[in-house]
């Protein structure tokens, strides 16, 4: 990643009216290594907006260097995929500035 962060267009597995992110497009190599999942709400004084947080961590894998940057130096060895929930369906683009702050505010601390 070379320090930066990177927009992937994340597919979506379609099953009735319901959407499921397919992250193997975006992390790539599938290695036997659990992809875990947690929500964060991050509240501004407009709206609350809601990400889904994809993440991974081994070891034995390169470390992050866009994540080391966010994280002030933290190595981490794996991969972090935000996508941002909607309204009306499931998951919506990360498109705007402000929303791209907004995914950054939900894996920052």
């Known amino acids: 990643m070379g320090g930066k962060l990177k927009g992937e267009d994340v ?10 992110p397919v992250l193997q497009p975006v ?3 599938m290695e036997d290594v659990v992809i875990r999942k947690t929500s964060v709400v991050v509240s501004s004084d407009e709206a609350s907006t809601i990400f889904e ?10 470390t ?5 940057a ?4 933290i190595e981490w060895r794996g991969d972090v995929v935000v996508i941002q929930g909607g309204d009306r369906v499931d998951y919506r683009s990360i498109a705007s500035a402000k929303e791209k702050r907004l995914a950054l505010a939900a894996v920052s601390w």
């Open 11 to 20: 597919p979506f597995l379609v099953a009735g009216s319901d959407r499921y």
């Open 27 to 29: 992390v790539g190599r």
């Open 53 to 62: 947080i994809h993440f991974r961590y081994n070891r034995t894998f390169d």
């Open 64 to 68: 992050n260097s866009a994540v080391k």
């Open 70 to 73: 966010i994280w002030n130096g």
